[in-house]
């Protein structure tokens, strides 16, 4: 979890064992192609909220900022 200006969200957070040193560009979402998965996601959540909290300031854009996954959508032809 990472205290930003606006507020705290979710982020993937990334450790080489050294202490954080990069963190995603956009905050994680739940997300689920079924119920049971969207259940399953919230559950990832909810465990995010026993971890450290970060500091925004500690992740510097230029260099720490990872891009989040790319979303891609099926081709319906």
Known sequence: MVRTADGYAIYEV????GGPEARTE????P????????????RY????L????FDDARFHRDRYFLQSPAVYEEDDA
């Open 14 to 17: 990334y450790d080489d064992g």
């Open 26 to 29: 956009d905050p994680a979402s």
């Open 31 to 42: 997300f689920g192609e079924t119920v049971e998965e969207l259940a399953d996601d919230g």
């Open 45 to 48: 959540d909810l465990a995010a």
């Open 50 to 53: 026993q971890q450290p909290v």
